[in-house]
């Protein structure tokens, strides 16, 4: 992440109790973000925001589930109390991903996907991107994937979430970059994280073998991405990471 000071910016980041996000977190915290940190394990995110503490940060958990709209209003409204009542960053890095053929795909995990990489990112930037644009001010970065850009065998609805993911992203460049919101996406390649070795087990090397570095990326380098967009002069970008 480049030299920058982020003091008296609050960062609301999406799924960062583990992964990308959590080491997103680590980093605006080390360059001086109030950061909240969210997801649906309690003890997972209690544990980010002591580590975060510890190091001389300052962080709070907000527990939720957004995959509904009013889950992520519920989250806003939560944040912005803890926060005192601004949002300066939101990192929309938060997703689910259940593989397999297509003939084979419940629709329950067609739903959940949908619900978890789309519909609560939706939401939360109707509520927050409006409040920022008042400002004239604010940022917002959306964590899509390589397989938003390019096929890959058992990945259709995962791909199809990431795909809708950044034409959101362009589209609230759109609207709301004219007002000083500055909307971004990153697209990470393969990344070996805890919850990623889990789904895809030793299919994770093979699909890394078909990045340009020829392997799985850390979590760390990833946000370094996610991170590095609140100080960037873009107005909306797209930015593959690192494969």
Known sequence: MAEQDLSGRTALVTGSTSGIGEATAKQLAEHGAHVIVVGRRRELGDGVV???????GKADYARAELSV???????VRRALATSGGQIDILINNAGTAVFGPTAETLEENWEMMFN???????????????????RGKGVIVNTSTMVGQFAVPGMAVYGETKAGLNLLTKSWAAEFCPDG?????VSPGTTSTQNVVNVMG??????????????????DADADADADDPGEPFRSQHSPVGH
């Open 50 to 56: 002591a580590a975060i503490r510890a190091a001389g």
């Open 181 to 185: 919101v500055r909307v971004n996406a």
């Open 202 to 219: 030793d299919g994770l090397d093979e699909l890394g073998k078909q990045a340009p570095l020829g392997y799985a990326a850390d979590a």
């Open 116 to 134: 978890t990489n789309l519909k609560g990112h939706f939401f939360l930037v109707a509520e927050l991107a409006p409040k920022m644009a008042a």
């Open 69 to 75: 709209a009013a889950s992520a209003r519920e989250l």
